[in-house]
T-cell receptor, first 109, second 113 residues
Framework: GQQLNQSPQSMFIQEGEDVSMNCTSSSIFNTWLWYKQDPGEGPVLLIALYKAGELTSNGRLTAQFGITRKDSFLNISASIPSDVGIYFCGTSGTYKYIFGTGTRLKVLA | ETGVTQTPRHLVMGMTNKKSLKCEQH?????MYWYKQSAKKPLELMFV???????ENNSVPSRFSPECPNSSHLFLHLHTLQPEDSALYLC????????????FGPGTRLTVT
């Protein structure tokens, strides 16, 4: 079935560093969604992308919808300790909602 | 309250118990969802409701029974669960089904003993 491959699975970075993670699929999608999940909480929507090539920012976060419509990346600039958590990519279609396995981010102060 | 709320936040139940999870959304959305989140696995979509009508059931065992009395409330009734059903159960809502971003509740951490 369809699945989203996220990489890296986990990463440790120093505070202040930039972070990059991506999500790929063998299928074409019309949306890409990026969420962050803190321990014991539900995922929180960070950025939604609806158009191939679209580049969208939300504060220190920037995400892009790949031209091929099969991938997306999320960048975090100047990371801070509260960026720690699990970042999920997801996509949606009619009654189809698929999520990646997540990238676990740990920020070292 | 705002957003999507879920109760209880934590639940421990035996395999012979019957319990219910509740979800309420205050966003005026027409679609609601139940997901199961297990460790190191992608979110698994269980049920989709659009305007109180179930539109998707992803081969979920009958021991999970959803109920959507109106577009703001969603329940998941649980009975005779198995230990492997222990997981975080997340409720979400969106404006409509399809190409719309979903907003999640905080989840119910379920442990089946």
């Amino acid at each position: 079935g369809q699945q989203l491959n996220q990489s890296p699975q986990s990463m440790f970075i120093q505070e202040g560093e930039d972070v990059s993670m991506n999500c790929t699929s063998s299928s074409i999608f019309n949306t890409w969604l990026w969420y962050k999940q803190d321990p014991g909480e539900g995922p929180v929507l960070l950025i939604a992308l609806y158009k191939a090539g679209e580049l969208t920012s939300n504060g220190r976060l920037t995400a892009q919808f790949g031209i091929t419509r099969k991938d997306s990346f999320l960048n975090i600039s100047a990371s801070i300790p509260s960026d720690v958590g699990i970042y999920f990519c997801g996509t949606s279609g009619t009654y189809k909602y698929i999520f990646g396995t997540g990238t676990r981010l740990k920020v070292l102060a | 309250e705002t957003g999507v709320t879920q109760t209880p936040r934590h639940l421990v139940m035996g395999m012979t118990n019957k319990k219910s999870l509740k979800c309420e959304q205050h966003l005026g959305h027409n679609a609601m969802y139940w997901y199961k989140q297990s460790a190191k696995k992608p979110l698994e979509l269980m049920f989709v409701y659009s305007l109180e009508e179930r539109v998707e059931n992803n081969s979920v065992p009958s021991r999970f029974s959803p109920e959507c009395p109106n577009s703001s409330h969603l329940f998941l009734h649980l009975h005779t669960l198995q230990p492997e059903d222990s997981a975080l159960y997340l409720c979400a809502s969106s404006q409509e089904t399809g190409l719309y971003e979903q907003y999640f509740g905080p989840g119910t951490r379920l442990t089946v003993t």
